[in-house]
Structure formats: C-alpha cells, structure tokens
C-alpha cells in the first residue's frame, strides 16, 4: 500500500510564495504521474498541475501558468509545488495524487490535504 504525507501549507499574503511537497511511500511500486488538485470552498476539486514521473512531462491549469512549477524528485518519490505570485483566488485545501502500479496493478492514492490561504 502507498501512503502519502503533505506537507508546506499555510498563509501568505498575495504575491508571496509558497512550496508544497508529497512523499510518497511504500513498498513495491513504482509512480507513473504525480499531480496536484486543490478544493476550494464551495468548489468542484480540480487539476492544479501534473508531472509524469520518467518522463517529467508536465501540464498545468491556465490559471496557473507561469506562477506555479510542479516537480518531482524520483530517488525520494517526492512532488514539490513551487506556488509564486498567489492571489486570493489561489486559497483553497492543495491535495497531492499519485497514480502507482504494485503487483501489475494500476491504482490512485490521495493525500490528506493541506490548506493555503492567500490573503488580499
């Protein structure tokens, strides 16, 4: 079974930056993508960012783009959000995912979530 800790949420003020992080750990799998979804209030969750795991492809939600990296240390099994010029509208709880085969089997594992705030 794959487990996942994240990590590095709070409250900034707009135009501060913030970096999230999600380790995942187990035994016997291997990551086939890595992404981040947030939830806000009210709000349908949606993508933030996706990275596949070998070939570090990514893709990001448009409102996003060019504020946000998404990255991903493969030796540690570990995502990173590099979130830059927030805006009010960027507060929502951040949720990492992880798409993992273990046994030949294709599965998906949520993180717990973490709150940003992003104050105007």
């Known amino acids: 079974q794959v487990q996942l800790v994240e990590s590095g949420g709070g409250l900034v003020q707009a135009g501060g930056s913030l970096r999230l992080s999600c380790a995942a750990s187990g035994s016997a799998f291997s990551i086939n993508t890595m992404g981040w979804y947030r939830q806000a209030p009210g709000k349908e969750r949606e993508l933030v960012a996706r990275i596949g795991s070998f070939s570090g492809s990514t893709e990001y939600t448009d409102s996003v783009k060019g504020r946000f990296t998404i990255s991903r240390d493969m030796a540690e099994n570990t995502m990173y959000l590099q979130m830059s010029s927030l805006k009010p509208e960027d507060t929502a709880v951040y949720y990492c995912?992880?798409?993992?085969?273990?046994?030949?089997?294709?599965?998906?594992?949520w993180g717990q979530g973490t709150l940003v705030t992003v104050s105007s």
């Open positions: 995912n992880v798409d993992y085969t273990r046994f030949w089997r294709r599965s998906e594992v």
